[in-house]
């Protein structure tokens, strides 16, 4: 999966909604981005892949389900190269991010995460 994949899974999870902006002042389309929840204002994508500080505004408070379930840790741990990230709940299984940085891997965690919702 490309990070511009992961991204866009990340930015529907936070419940970012995009829109096909057609008349560009190049006149050409791009993609925007508008910021949860129901607002009419567009913001530079976050960059989820690289930044906790974007993780820890978008996607961590997120974490909390709608069903309540707030996790019970999140673990995070240099080994051999590789940083780790667990998030864990004492009543669900735990997702685990692997990456060269911090941010990298605690998405990888989050995107482990919502694979698993998308399966049920």
């Known amino acids: ?5 992961k991204t866009q899974i990340l930015l529907k999870w936070a419940r970012f909604q995009s829109y ?3 008349q560009a002042p190049e006149e050409t389309g791009i993609e925007a981005w508008v910021q949860p929840p129901d607002s009419e204002r567009t913001i530079p994508i976050p960059d ?3 930044s906790l500080d974007a993780q820890a505004k978008w996607l961590w408070p997120k974490l909390t389900s ?3 379930y707030t996790p019970d840790g999140i673990l995070m741990w240099f080994e051999c190269g ?3 990230v667990e998030i864990w709940w004492m009543t669900r299984s735990g997702y685990e991010g692997r990456g060269l940085t911090p941010a990298e891997a605690c998405a990888e965690a989050i995107l482990s995460l919502i694979g698993e919702e998308n399966e049920d």
């Open 1 to 5: 999966m490309t990070d511009q994949e």
């Open 66 to 68: 709608d069903k309540g």
């Open 48 to 50: 989820f892949l690289h």
């Open 20 to 22: 096909y902006k057609s």
């Open 82 to 84: 590789t940083w780790l």
